[in-house]
């Protein structure tokens, strides 16, 4: 299956009718999805923030990611879960278009950002004056921002 059938596919299922036919559930989950992305965001950001040396440079960074990462977690499972539902009411449109596929991309350069910063950066938080942390959490920072632009523009593109 390639991926126009794959489009065709899910623009005739029950779920993608029901996106395209209701006056107020795509709108829902839309706004679902931007309130989960705000979770995410906001969450890695206090993080990032810390590492890089802006904000809460008293607080430990291992406590703030105790803290913080449950609710990344949650955000991001509910993010993914609406941001999949919305492609459903237009898979043609998602499939072609630039900050789709860019946003995509972002999201795996935020995998394998968040990959290095637990097995490189996070085990030299204790280090005094380590870089890694701090070019992780710019990396991030940097990524989640435009993941946001990126997503943002996807609205008004297809």
Do not use: C
């Not at 795509?26 to 923030?49: K, P, R, Y």
């Not at 440079?57 to 990611?65: C, E, I, N, S």
């Not at 935020?110 to 280090?127: D, E, Q, R, S």
């Not at 940097?142 to 632009?149: C, D, G, H, K, R």
């Amino acid at each position: 299956m390639n991926l126009d059938d794959l489009a065709n596919w899910l623009s005739e299922t029950p779920l993608a009718y029901a996106l395209t036919d209701s006056t107020w559930l795509f709108g829902t989950v839309e706004a679902v999805h931007v309130l989960a992305l705000t979770l995410v965001f906001g969450s890695i950001a206090l993080v990032d923030l810390r590492l890089v040396g802006l904000a809460q440079t008293g607080r430990d960074p291992q406590a703030l990611l105790r803290q913080w990462l449950p609710l990344t977690w949650t955000g991001f499972g509910l993010a993914a879960a609406t941001g999949i539902t919305m492609i459903f009411a237009n898979p043609q449109g998602y499939f072609t278009n630039f900050f789709f596929k860019g946003k995509l991309v972002l999201l795996l350069l935020a995998g394998v950002n968040m990959l290095v910063f637990h097995f490189v950066a996070a085990p030299k938080l204790a280090t005094p004056g380590s870089l890694a942390p701090r070019v992780s959490g710019a990396v991030s920072l940097t990524v989640w921002t435009a993941i946001i632009v990126f997503g943002r523009w996807i609205g008004f593109t297809i």
